[in-house]
Nanobody, 115 residues
Framework: QVQLVESGGGLVQPGGSLRLSCAASGSIFSAYVMGWYRQAPGKSRELVARISNGGSTNYADSVKGRFTISRDNTKKTVYLQMNSLKPEDTAVYYC?????????WGQGTQVTVSS
């Protein structure tokens, strides 16, 4: 069983930055594919960024060049650095971990981009 706990959300002005963190429990964090998803009001949950156990990354087109996903396996933590934030980035951001047929979700953290 893996538990994921997000932190770092909040209110930021357009053009600002935030860094989300997701701390994981469990002994084999390094084997997991980790990702960040988001869900805006009235919309479906969507993939924002993903990082493999080997460090390969992929991003949604809407965040390419602005967001960076990274992981620190020694700290069992995955990060999402968000720069040049836009109002349309406003959503609840969820951490996700996947290994074979098992997947886990965090509780979510709110990110609001507004002036």
């Amino acid at each position: 069983q893996v538990q994921l706990v997000e932190s770092g959300g909040g209110l930021v002005q357009p053009g600002g930055s935030l860094r989300l963190s997701c701390a994981a429990s469990g002994s084999i964090f390094s084997a997991y594919v980790m990702g960040w998803y988001r869900q805006a009001p009235g919309k479906s949950r969507e993939l924002v960024a993903r990082i493999s156990n080997g460090g390969s990354t992929n991003y949604a087109d809407s965040v390419k060049g602005r967001f960076t996903i990274s992981r620190d396996n020694t700290k069992k933590t995955v990060y999402l650095q968000m720069n040049s934030l836009k109002p349309e980035d406003t959503a609840v951001y969820y951490c996700h971990g996947q290994l074979l047929n098992a997947d886990y979700w965090g509780q979510g953290t709110q990110v609001t981009v507004s002036s």
